[in-house]
């Protein structure tokens, strides 16, 4: 799992509380920063969906890859209305979760959104998954992968 996330407690985007251990076991994940009032996330936040669900959901060998968003959101409300209206099938820090703050300062996030892309130690595979995501689409994955060391049976044919 990332140890980002050691000891803490994620939620999926139907509130259940979500084992980050078991969740993200084995897999490349992307930190998401982000927020509902923010134009760009806005309009990132579709690219990011069809990213997650062709890699994840939609491919005969569902890719290691999680989604953590973490909000940056005026209220618990408001994260969860545009988790519901802009999100994928993705996890989520809890609006409440103080830590938020300490992986903000960890990553350096300074502008909104930001897609980092991490290891299972946390240590950063790029800051610059979006900008990877809208250029390249599902290959960067393959990128992603080879700096992880995480060894899985994936091919991309497109």
Same mark, same amino acid.
């Given at each position: 799992?990332? !140890?980002v ?15 980050? #251990?078991?969740?993200?076991?084995? +897999? ?9 009032w923010c134009?760009?996330?806005? !309009?990132?936040?579709?690219?990011l969906?069809?990213? =997650?669900?062709?890699?994840? #959901? #939609?491919? %005969?060998? @569902? ?6 968003f ?8 408001e994260?969860? #209305?545009?988790?519901? %209206?802009m ?6 820090? @809890?609006?409440? %979760?103080? =830590? ?5 300062k ?7 959104p +930001?897609?980092?892309?991490? +290891?299972?130690?946390?240590d950063?595979?790029? %800051?610059?998954?979006? +900008? ?7 290959a ?13 049976n ?5």
């Amino acid at each position: 799992m990332v !140890d980002v996330f050691c000891g803490r407690t994620l939620i999926n985007k139907d509130g259940d509380l979500v084992d980050p #251990e078991e969740a993200l076991r084995n +897999k490349i994940v992307g930190i998401y920063f982000s927020a509902g009032w923010c134009a760009h996330c806005r !309009d990132f936040a579709p690219i990011l969906c069809d990213f =997650y669900t062709e890699l994840v #959901e #939609e491919s %005969d060998h @569902p890719a290691q890859f999680e989604i953590v968003f973490v909000s940056s959101d005026r209220s618990a409300d408001e994260m969860v #209305e545009y988790m519901h %209206d802009m999100h994928g099938e993705w996890l989520a820090l @809890p609006w409440h %979760d103080q =830590y938020k703050h300490e992986l903000k300062k960890r990553y350096s996030i300074t502008a909104l959104p +930001k897609l980092v892309i991490v +290891k299972q130690n946390g240590d950063v595979i790029t %800051d610059k998954g979006r +900008k990877q995501i809208r250029d390249k689409g599902l290959a960067c994955f393959q990128n992603w992968l080879e700096a992880a060391d995480i060894f899985q049976n994936f091919q991309f044919s497109g």
